[in-house]
């Protein structure tokens, strides 16, 4: 197996909708606005000046994987706090 594959395996457990929310609670202790919209599919985060659109996360790669910006952006779930600082910096914390 890949290493892609490898943590997608590993990760397969855990529902989409409880890696969002610990990204979620990861991003509340840096400061950022961030909602569960959709039954926890997706993860809504708020621009801190309030301009601008939110970027929607989503758990994708066979939950292997946070995306943003159109899967452009991706951060492995074992990350969290790492993927939080990421998405904090992105939406210009």
């Known amino acids: ?4 594959d490898l943590v997608a395996v590993a990760y397969m457990d855990q529902g989409e909708g409880q890696k969002l929310v610990r990204l ?6 840096l400061g950022v606005n961030a909602e ?4 926890n599919t997706a993860l809504m985060v708020h621009r801190p000046s309030g301009g601008g ?3 929607w996360v989503f ?8 995306s ?3 899967a452009e952006k991706r951060h492995p779930v074992d990350d969290v706090a790492g993927a939080a600082t990421v998405l904090a910096a992105y939406v210009g914390r």
């Open 68 to 70: 943003w910006q159109s």
């Open 1 to 4: 197996m890949n290493p892609i």
């Open 59 to 66: 758990v994708g790669y066979g939950g292997a994987y946070y």
């Open 36 to 39: 569960l919209r959709d039954n």
């Open 53 to 55: 659109m939110p970027v």
């Open 24 to 29: 979620r609670d990861h991003l509340t202790g």
